[in-house]
């Protein structure tokens, strides 16, 4: 009973910057890990970058330098900041989120993604 949405994409010439958002609403115990995947066309989904509700992050190597990801837990919401954008960098992006609803129990959630298009 979670919703997951994105914003923040559009069309940047290379070189340019993007800032995602993903607002997570709903009913839930307490988000512990949140996520950025993308999928360009033709290719399967990949990771971009985790973060975990303490902060601690981890990013794909082709992102590391250029992206930083960020929460606002009192918001429930993640961010990702995206600078010096690559036309590779070109695809969908979806937030995922690894919701518990008790301290059993949790499911993992998507968004329906966000196009990101970087022209050369």
């Known amino acids: 009973q979670v919703q997951l949405v994105e914003s923040g994409g559009g069309l940047v010439q290379a070189g340019g910057s993007l800032r995602l958002s993903c607002a997570a609403s709903g009913s839930f115990f307490s988000i512990r890990v949140m996520g950025w995947y993308r999928q360009a066309p033709g290719k399967q989904r990949e990771l971009v970058a985790t973060?975990?509700?303490?902060?601690?992050?981890n990013y794909a190597d082709s992102v590391k330098g250029r992206f930083t990801i960020s929460r606002d837990n009192a918001k429930n919401t993640l961010f990702l900041q995206m600078n010096s954008l690559k036309p590779e960098d070109t695809a969908v992006y979806y937030c995922?989120?690894?919701?518990?609803?008790?301290?059993?129990?949790?499911?993992?959630?998507w968004g329906q993604g966000t196009q990101v298009t970087v022209s050369s």
């Open positions: 995922n989120a690894d919701v518990r609803h008790s301290t059993f129990s949790g499911y993992e959630y």
């Open positions: 973060i975990t509700g303490a902060g601690w992050t």
